[in-house]
């Protein structure tokens, strides 16, 4: 990790005040990249130099090119470019963030501070660009100084009740009320930085279940951003074997209240220059109250609004028609459209604004905020990797986001019975969803035939059928007439609980119920299925009370396991509580995972968005959310969930699938007339490779008890690799031959210094050569022995294994060609050759391969210790008591040439619930 920190300019390292020079620059590196940071204000105050206030520089090559902060207060925008924001002075400072709870520690640093006045109001800005040196990462932060808040701050008008003709999403907030950092990307190319030369890829994830908005393409080309997406991975597009430098763009803080987003150009400059037609967003019967520039008196519409467009601040206008019999007719001119209000004598047109009419990467706190107060800042983390690669560079953004926040949440997934244990589903894609749901008779019966096929399922998910309605959450007595307890005991196992949101009778109810008088909160009215409805949400304030009081019954009664949260996304973007508020979102979130918390249980977020998953990093008790939309047979095509996992596993959130069924024809179905399954083998090994949940939904009677076993040992546990799969960088270049046919996945599994590959292909044809560095981590140079999916079952001798030498590529092809609905799939089991490394290279070695019959042949559950002696491999090996065990193993010679595939049945110590097998050489 190389620090480099210079001062290039006569100035010393202690300055205190703007620079004289103007060639001063302060410079850091963090991951092979280097900043560059002007000390001078005439580089951050005129936009027409070329070089930009910081870079971020590879090597010689600038990849990214910085612009001044814009800020949004008192309705107004303030920038460099009209003078309303006006330097103060500059500092170099070093220290140590040690943090707090909600906004992390993120350790040493070295700092450019600058000073920002907001001209008239008073508001003090302070902007500043770090590096963390332990962390090897930069930072942006701003921050509300003085002693003035920053009142008015949303750039755009909430959302109300008169958009209920949209869906939720659509007023998903797109950009941020105070821009820093902020990187040019002109189209045209006018600047020669990798961004804006489109020599940079990137790659992102969002929507419903962080899943629906998964995007990547080149440059920004197809970049939206906003409160949907994800954290921002910007990469070399003609790198693809894990040697790209990449950069990750992230919120550090205020999670659920940042976001990341594309500014576009409008056009004014050209317009300006050209003369080309500039069209404006006619409304009618619309005012903008106050934001005022001035007024003119003017004849037509169009002359009102070629005088906003001759006015640089001006971006809204509002025209009075000349038949107004008491407003003389008059054209306002405006600066923002915050101040909306009904008035049937105005007729409104808005623009952008030229302060802002240049295409960048933007960031910031979200367009809706009403306030933003003193003290209040807001952090950005850029995180550099040299070389290594996308999924490299995501690795270390995880570590680093992990570090700050003092999260390990590792061993609560091992303990964690939702996200390690085999389990049953009743939600949306299940046999026995709400249409036709379990009664306790029914659950009966069901979980006798589980057992009677040892099939060991040790939780089962009750979806929201199980409550009478969206305004108590108490089980109906049609399908518990005993209540929970009753039901938990019949089936013997305990209960993860559904909830979503509340109406409006839910504050009546628990009010006589509970001591507390809870408050619940209206969202706007919104679009649901071609019919308006508005949903209520607890006050952020009181929801750790309010999850506590309603948990309390079923935790007493001892039958509730974990909880699930869906529809968050409808909470996030249309509770004003939620997204107005500065962290209104995360104390939502918190109230719930707090609660859970404090009763020792799990918490699994669904229809999150990735702010939402971001947060989890102050949500220690969220263990797992959903990573894919409902997998219901008639929409079967929601299986790549391998780039949402991307985003959560080094946030170290278990991504789940989503329920399956182990047989592709189930009568009892309700999705409709001869609807049968498709790829179901496929989808149980996806949802294996996930490392999170997996759940089952088939009817009675209809469960495969051998895909079922294919998860987990005969107690349920669930055999899984180290990290869940994804994809190899190569699946985010733009188009072959960079990239697969069809999709590559990867994922491993870790066994102190030693690794397990398993490389899932699918729909590869023609196929594609892959070598050692499209892995990661990156084989070493050992040889590893190679088994397909479709010889696991036949693997009686050496003909169902072949070698990958340390320097071959493996063509990865699936087998025959898919038709559709039906994927043709292969999952390579890459097996490391081990010999001591004592008596040199030419030694017999041994490839254990493990239980062949599950798909995560080799697990860090089932093997936890592995040693490599001068004899043999010792492994250490556990599971239930007296649990049989298939091993398989190669022994080869010393020339690695020829191997004798080895198979030994290990039975599990009842005392300890583990054994130690030897292998010999």
Not at 124 to 140: E, G, K, N, P, R
Not at 692 to 703: A, E, F, K, L
Not at 844 to 857: C, Q, R, Y
């Amino acid at each position: 990790m190389a620090m480099l920190l210079l001062l290039t300019s006569i100035l010393c390292a202690g300055i205190n005040q703007h620079p004289r020079e103007e060639s001063a620059t302060w410079q850091a590196k963090a991951g092979g990249a280097e900043i560059r940071v002007s000390l001078a204000a005439s580089n951050w105050n005129d936009s027409a130099i070329s070089d930009g206030p910081y870079s971020i520089y590879f090597d010689t090559e600038e990849y990214l090119r910085g612009l001044a902060p814009a800020v949004h207060c008192q309705n107004k925008w303030h920038t460099t470019m009209d003078k309303s924001l006006e330097w103060q002075g500059v500092s170099i400072t070093n220290g140590t963030d040690e943090g707090d709870l909600e906004n992390g520690g993120w350790g040493d640093y070295t700092r450019v501070n600058i000073s920002w006045a907001l001209v008239p109001s008073g508001i003090v800005l302070h902007t500043s660009i770090s590096v963390y040196h332990m962390l090897d990462v930069f930072a942006f932060d701003q921050e509300i100084g003085g002693n003035v808040d920053c009142t008015l701050a949303n750039s755009s008008e909430l959302p109300s009740n008169a958009s209920t003709t949209l869906y939720p999403d659509a007023h998903a907030a797109l950009a941020p009320s105070i821009e820093f950092p902020a990187f040019a990307a002109p189209e045209g190319n006018n600047t020669q930085t990798r961004l804006s030369s489109n020599l940079l890829g990137y790659a992102t994830t969002g929507g419903v279940m962080t899943y629906t908005d998964m995007g990547q393409g080149i440059g920004l080309n197809g970049y939206n951003g906003g409160m949907r997406d994800g954290p921002l991975v910007l990469f070399d597009v003609n790198k693809t074997q894990g040697d790209a430098n990449s950069l990750v763009l992230s919120p550090g803080n205020h999670f659920t209240s940042s976001l990341i987003s594309k500014r576009r150009s409008c056009g004014r400059q050209e317009w300006r220059n050209k003369k080309l037609p500039l069209n404006f967003s006619t409304i009618y019967n619309k005012d903008f109250k106050g934001n005022d520039l001035g007024s003119i008196e003017n004849k037509t519409l169009q002359q009102c609004a070629d005088a906003c467009l001759a006015t640089p601040q001006c971006s809204v206008f509002s025209w009075v028609p000349a038949n107004d019999p008491v407003i003389p007719q008059k054209c306002f001119l405006k600066h923002s459209t915050a101040g909306n209000a009904p008035d049937s004598k105005h007729i409104s047109g808005v623009y952008c604004t030229d302060l802002l009419d240049q295409t960048a990467l933007v960031a910031g706190p979200t367009q809706y905020l009403q306030e933003i107060k003193v003290g209040t800042s807001f952090k950005y983390i850029l995180v550099p990797q040299a070389g290594k690669g996308i999924t490299a560079s995501i690795d270390k953004w995880g570590k680093a986001m992990r570090s700050a926040y003092s999260l390990q949440r590792k061993p609560a997934l091992a303990t964690d019975e939702v996200a390690s244990s085999l389990s049953y589903w009743t939600d949306n894609g299940a046999v026995y969803d709400g249409r036709q749901p379990l009664n306790t008779t029914m659950s009966a019966i069901l979980f006798k035939e589980l057992r009677t096929k040892h099939i060991p399922v040790r939780y089962e998910q009750l979806d929201p059928y199980w409550y009478s309605s969206t305004h108590a959450w108490t089980p109906r007595n049609d399908l518990y007439p005993n209540g929970l307890a009753d039901y938990s005991q019949q089936i013997g196992i305990k209960l993860l609980l559904y909830h979503n949101f509340w109406d409006r009778d839910t504050q009546y109810i628990y009010s006589k119920n509970f001591s507390q008088d809870y408050t619940f909160l209206p969202s706007f009215s919104f679009l649901n299925r071609d019919r308006p409805l508005t949903i209520f949400q607890i006050d952020p304030m009181q929801s750790t009370q309010f999850y506590m009081d309603i948990y309390a019954p079923y935790m007493k009664a001892g039958v509730m396991m974990a909880s699930e949260v869906d529809f968050l996304n409808w909470s996030q973007l249309t509770v004003p509580a939620l997204f107005a508020q500065l962290d209104g979102g995360h104390l939502f979130l918190k109230g719930m995972a707090e609660a859970a918390l404090q009763n020792g249980i799990s918490h699994q977020l669904c229809m999150s968005l990735p702010a939402q998953i971001l947060d989890t990093l102050l949500l220690p008790s969220v263990t797992n959310a959903r990573a894919s939309p409902d997998n219901t047979p008639t929409n079967e095509d929601r299986w790549k969930i391998a780039y949402t996992s991307m985003f959560m596993w080094p946030l170290e959130v278990a991504p789940f699938f989503d329920n399956i069924w182990t047989m592709a024809n189930q009568s009892d179905q309700p999705y409709g007339p001869g609807v049968v399954r498709h790829n179901i083998e496929l989808q149980v090994i996806i949802n294996v490779l996930t490392a999170g949940p997996v759940g089952i939904g088939d009817q009675i009677g209809m469960t495969n008890a051998t895909l079922a076993m294919m998860t987990c040992s005969i107690a349920g546990k669930l055999l899984q690799p180290t990290k869940p799969a994804t994809p190899i960088d190569a699946m985010y270049s733009p188009e072959p031959p960079f990239c697969p046919s069809g999709e590559i996945w990867q994922t491993h599994t870790q066994i102190g210094s030693i690794s397990w590959h398993y490389i899932l292909a699918v729909d590869v044809n023609p196929g594609y050569s892959l070598t050692r560095e499209h892995l990661y981590p990156q084989p070493n140079t050992q040889d590893y022995a190679l088994v397909h999916w479709r010889d696991r079952e036949s693997c009686t001798s050496s003909s169902c294994f072949s070698l990958w030498r340390a320097n071959q590529s493996l063509d990865v092809i699936t087998p025959g060609h898919p038709t559709t609905p039906d994927h043709a799939y292969d999952l390579i089991l890459a097996a490391p050759l081990l010999a001591p490394s004592t008596l040199g290279s030419s030694t017999p070695s041994i490839a254990l391969l493990g239980e062949l019959d599950k798909v995560t042949s080799v697990s860090t559950w089932r093997f936890p210790n592995i040693t490599v002696t001068n004899q043999g491999v010792t492994v250490t090996m556990q599971g239930a008591p007296d649990e049989h065990v298939d091993v398989y193993y190669i022994v080869f010679n010393s020339s690695h040439v020829d191997g004798t595939l080895m198979k030994t049945t290990a039975i599990v110590n009842p005392s300890l619930n583990q054994t130690v097998l030897t292998l010999p050489f």
